[in-house]
């Protein structure tokens, strides 16, 4: 099925018979020059192409560990149908492919029926995955959102999902003052992808005005960080935020930063002696196979996209602006205790204690 986009040009998305959705893959949303560089929106050609994009395999997600996968899938229980379905996207849909500089791609999920009527506009609802900024892609079949988008359908109240891959690990977090490498890479990804979707998703059939972001873990205390931003363009209307918030990860100070990167890649045999060019020069597979696959990546407090230190005591200072934009209407937490980590400690406790 070809969709016609206004500004896109036409699009070939995957019909998804099994939620009767479309997914459109592999939407460039940002260009990122060269390692540790800021990414660049990506604008479509004027006037819109006329060959139509193919949108029916995933785009390149940032490269990683071989083990985050895994790893991830272990959190919420091992379902060896999600792992066959992962290899499966892996084989016929272009999954396994990791680019550092490819990887600012996204998805949009449109219901069945809207491809046909889309004369109104519905809200739209965009997922960041969790991963402890060092892992997950919007390939993952745990993170597949069209059901969210079927569900939505089911109930009356239809939706445009978009679900984003961000910078990971050194790539989107590294940060050092002697090495001249500034951080926050990921973070800027992400809200290269909010003004992406301002832009273009009303062609899809969504509010460009009724954005609400949602995300869990690492997505969650991105979401929430983008708060204590200033962003030239309101990211979004309304925030879900999932067992995360940016004083669980808390940007460090640039020294601070710098002196994990020093430790870190001296640990593993990564000597820069100073040298950027070094670290340039790795191939991404070896640097990501050469450091642990979860470090302690995180923000970054480089004055200019995060200015200050987040606090729980400022977040909670009501008469206080920090943290409360008001490009962000809305606001709904969740952290249920013991959710996510059921499955590592089920062997020791009873259904009892488990109740209680």
Same mark, same amino acid.
């Given at each position: 099925?070809?969709?016609?986009?206004?500004?896109?040009?036409?699009?070939?998305?995957?019909?998804?018979?099994?939620?009767?959705?479309?997914?459109?893959?592999?939407?460039?949303?940002?260009?990122?020059?060269?390692?540790?560089?800021?990414?660049?929106?990506?604008?479509?050609?004027?006037?819109?192409?006329?060959?139509?994009? *193919?949108?029916?395999?995933?785009?390149?997600?940032?490269?990683? $560990?071989? +083990?985050? =996968?895994?790893? !991830?899938?272990? @959190? #919420?229980?091992?379902?060896?149908?999600?792992?066959?379905?992962?290899?499966?996207?892996?084989?016929?849909?272009?999954?396994?492919?990791?680019?550092?500089?490819?990887?600012?791609?996204?998805?949009?999920?449109?219901?069945?029926?809207?491809?046909?009527?889309?004369?109104?506009?519905?809200?739209?609802?965009?997922?960041?995955?969790?991963?402890?900024?060092?892992?997950?892609?919007?390939?993952?079949?745990?993170?597949?959102?069209?059901?969210?988008?079927?569900?939505?359908?089911?109930?009356?109240?239809?939706?445009?999902?978009?679900?984003?891959?961000?910078?990971?690990?050194?790539?989107?977090?590294?940060?050092?003052?002697?090495?001249?490498?500034?951080?926050?890479?990921?973070?800027? *990804?992400?809200?290269?992808?909010?003004?992406?979707?301002?832009? $273009?998703? +009303?062609? =899809?059939?969504? !509010?460009?005005? @009724? #954005?609400?972001?949602?995300?869990?873990?690492?997505?969650?205390?991105?979401?929430?960080?983008?708060?204590?931003?200033?962003?030239?363009?309101?990211?979004?209307?309304?925030?879900?935020?999932?067992?995360?918030?940016?004083?669980?990860?808390?940007?460090?100070?640039?020294?601070?930063?710098?002196?994990?990167?020093?430790?870190?890649?001296?640990?593993?045999?990564?000597?820069?002696?100073?040298?950027?060019?070094?670290?340039?020069?790795?191939?991404?597979?070896?640097?990501?196979?050469?450091?642990?696959?979860?470090?302690?990546?995180?923000?970054?407090?480089?004055?200019?996209?995060?200015?200050?230190?987040?606090?729980?005591?400022?977040?909670?200072?009501?008469?206080?602006?920090?943290?409360?934009?008001?490009?962000?209407?809305?606001?709904?937490?969740?952290?249920?205790?013991?959710?996510?980590?059921?499955?590592?400690?089920?062997?020791?406790?009873?259904?009892?204690?488990?109740?209680?």
């Amino acid at each position: 099925m070809v969709l016609h986009h206004p500004t896109l040009g036409p699009l070939i998305g995957r019909h998804i018979p099994s939620t009767q959705t479309t997914q459109y893959r592999n939407l460039k949303f940002a260009t990122i020059p060269f390692r540790f560089s800021d990414p660049i929106l990506f604008s479509p050609p004027l006037p819109p192409p006329t060959e139509p994009y *193919d949108a029916t395999n995933f785009g390149p997600s940032c490269p990683q $560990h071989p +083990s985050c =996968f895994k790893y !991830d899938l272990s @959190i #919420v229980g091992n379902s060896p149908e999600l792992e066959e379905e992962r290899e499966r996207r892996i084989s016929e849909e272009g999954a396994g492919v990791e680019d550092e500089l490819e990887c600012a791609n996204l998805i949009v999920v449109v219901p069945e029926e809207l491809q046909i009527e889309k004369e109104e506009l519905f809200p739209v609802m965009v997922w960041v995955h969790g991963g402890g900024f060092s892992g997950g892609s919007n390939s993952w079949p745990q993170y597949d959102i069209s059901k969210f988008v079927q569900t939505s359908t089911e109930i009356g109240k239809p939706i445009i999902g978009v679900a984003l891959n961000y910078r990971l690990g050194p790539f989107g977090f590294l940060a050092s003052s002697e090495l001249g490498v500034k951080g926050n890479y990921g973070l800027k *990804d992400q809200a290269c992808a909010f003004e992406w979707i301002k832009n $273009h998703i +009303s062609g =899809f059939g969504g !509010d460009p005005n @009724i #954005v609400t972001a949602f995300g869990e873990s690492a997505g969650s205390i991105s979401l929430t960080t983008h708060l204590h931003t200033q962003p030239s363009t309101p990211l979004f209307n309304r925030l879900v935020a999932l067992s995360g918030d940016p004083t669980l990860r808390r940007p460090n100070t640039l020294a601070q930063q710098t002196k994990y990167a020093t430790q870190i890649l001296t640990k593993h045999d990564i000597s820069t002696t100073n040298n950027i060019n070094i670290l340039l020069d790795i191939p991404a597979q070896e640097l990501v196979l050469k450091l642990p696959p979860y470090g302690a990546w995180a923000p970054t407090i480089d004055g200019s996209y995060i200015k200050d230190e987040i606090t729980v005591q400022k977040i909670a200072d009501n008469s206080s602006r920090i943290g409360k934009p008001e490009w962000c209407e809305r606001v709904l937490i969740g952290d249920a205790l013991g959710d996510v980590f059921t499955p590592f400690f089920a062997p020791f406790i009873s259904s009892h204690t488990f109740v209680s």
